[in-house]
């Protein structure tokens, strides 16, 4: 992939593969303004979850994968423009990527409310519960810290799934190069 790639190189690829151009909320709109750090973090957080695996580092592996995740669900939560939620026996709070101390259970929850699909939510639930278990009660319960091996390929897809349903649900076509361009916008393509 070229190094410098543009809004008039993502058309032509859109073309040449038969494809639209679509955009998700920015990163900026997230409230992450380093897009250039991001990105790049995102891409080693994918890696370092195949290393921490294959090294059986199942914390810091399931710990990756939610981080990955997350992205996905605020992306979710901003395209439905979800920018509240509600703190216990508090006022609303923003949602602020880095500044808000949402749980990830509590942004599972607005996705739900927000029309997420039941069967997604029902799979970050599980990740949800089994990043508790090992996290918090690993001590305290009875598994071998193994067990993630049996649930790896569950597990696994949960990222990729969660991304491409918020890419379906959530993404609005570009119909041409003005439309983006700012830094931090994402965009993809897909028929």
Do not use: W
């Amino acid at each position: 992939m070229k190094e410098n790639y543009t809004t008039k190189d993502i058309f032509e690829d859109a073309i040449r593969q038969n494809k639209r151009v679509f955009k998700l909320p920015s990163l900026p709109e997230l409230g992450l303004n380093d897009s250039q750090s991001f990105f790049q973090k995102f891409e080693s957080i994918r890696k370092k979850a195949i290393e921490s695996y294959n090294k059986n580092c199942y914390i810091e592996y399931i710990s990756l994968l939610l981080m990955t995740v997350e992205v996905y669900l605020r992306i979710f939560l901003k395209g439905k423009k979800v920018t509240k939620y509600k703190k216990k026996k508090k006022k609303d709070e923003d949602i602020i990527f880095g500044k808000d101390d949402i749980t990830f259970g509590q942004i599972i929850s607005l996705c739900e409310k927000n029309g997420f699909d039941i069967s997604l939510i029902n799979e970050l639930r599980y990740l949800n519960k089994k990043r508790t278990d090992y996290i918090h009660h690993y001590l305290s319960k009875s598994f071998p810290y193994t067990e993630l091996e049996k649930d790896k390929n569950r597990i696994s897809n949960i990222p990729k799934n969660i991304a491409e349903y918020v890419f379906n649900n959530v993404g609005q076509e570009v119909k041409s190069e003005q439309e983006i361009g700012t830094t931090g916008d994402l965009v993809y393509l897909r028929k």
